[in-house]
């Protein structure tokens, strides 16, 4: 056998006599192989290997320490031997192939720092600071800064565009009790929504406006709706600002507005199995699919109206 052979053997406890302690002289072995036991796992490897750095290891192996031997000869080491094969590697080479996974990683340089194997740790460390920059956002949320820049990010969004401003500190009044918990809820629900929709609604927020929390909904580059969170109400004499949440009618127009998607191109496959030729279909299925063609787009029609000041047909 060569290298670090691993036996991946687990040991039951048996009965007999107790391991013993000896010690190991510097170069009493060299170059042979020893026999070692780590938590079950048996690996094979020489005294040079094992004190080519200057770590627990060799203190182990070069007659500074002692260690335990069971009757067969292995040496025992009560550590986990999972990952003492990588470790043997960096003691051979200086450098290994890490892990993928950051746990494992975390269960590597785990077992460095027990056997104060200092290159291996940092190589660790390492590892896991490049990986936690590696990840991605799940979405991204622009923050308008300038009138201009949200005039541009709707003009040249694809997809529908729902708004949330909010700034707290533009207000003159004060604020009824609850007004705080609302406007931690209209954005809650905001990233909640943002979650949920991001790949076909594009979400950005405004903390420069002129309102203290408001939603707007825009579809192919037109403001479609507006549902202002803010009131202003009378208590003891003096004026109050209320901020509200109105969950349910903000859940209803972010459904709307997926009404102005970029239509998809369509599936020909699809619909060349779906459709019937000409020469099939009756004049009366014809006239019922123009119905029904022109009652979706009065549909249609009816809810752009809804919130286009503009008259029909300009």
Not at 36 to 61: I, P, W
Request: glycine residues 6%; aromatic residues 8%.
């Amino acid at each position: 056998m060569s290298g670090d052979t691993c036996l991946t053997t687990t040991l039951c406890p048996v009965a007999g006599p107790k391991p013993k302690t000896c010690s190991f002289k510097a170069g009493s072995l060299g170059n042979k192989y020893v026999r070692l036991n780590v938590g079950g796992s048996l690996y094979y490897t020489t005294v040079q290997v094992l004190t080519r750095h200057d770590t627990m290891l060799k203190a182990m192996f070069s007659g500074r320490m002692e260690v335990l031997t069971d009757k067969e000869g292995w040496i025992l080491i009560d550590r986990c031997g999972k990952h003492f094969g990588t470790i043997l590697n960096y003691l051979r080479d200086d450098t290994i192939a890490l892990p993928k996974h950051r746990q494992e990683i975390k269960e590597l340089m785990a077992e460095a720092k027990y056997y104060l194997i200092q290159g291996l740790v940092d190589m660790c460390q390492a590892a896991l600071q490049d990986k936690k920059e590696l990840y991605e956002p799940v979405c991204s949320i622009p923050i308008i800064t300038s009138p201009k820049e949200e005039e541009r990010l709707i003009e040249s969004s694809m997809k529908p565009v729902v708004k949330l401003l909010y700034n707290r500190s533009n207000n003159k009044y004060s604020y009824t009790s609850n007004s705080d918990d609302n406007l931690l809820k209209n954005i809650e629900l905001f990233d909640k929504l943002s979650l949920r929709f991001n790949g076909r609604v594009l979400f950005i927020k405004d903390v420069i406006g002129d309102e203290i929390c408001c939603w707007s909904f825009y579809g192919q580059g037109r403001k479609l709706a507006e549902v202002c969170c803010t009131s202003i109400v009378y208590a003891t004499e003096k004026k109050q600002t209320k901020v509200e949440f109105p969950e349910a009618r903000i859940y209803e127009e972010t459904l709307n507005v997926l009404l102005y998607e970029t239509p998809r191109v369509p599936d020909n496959s699809l619909l060349e199995a779906t459709s019937r030729s000409r020469s099939q279909a009756s004049h009366s299925e014809d006239d019922e699919g123009f119905e029904l063609r022109d009652r979706v787009r009065r549909i249609h029609v009816k809810r752009y109206s809804t919130y286009d000041d503009r008259q029909l047909g300009h």
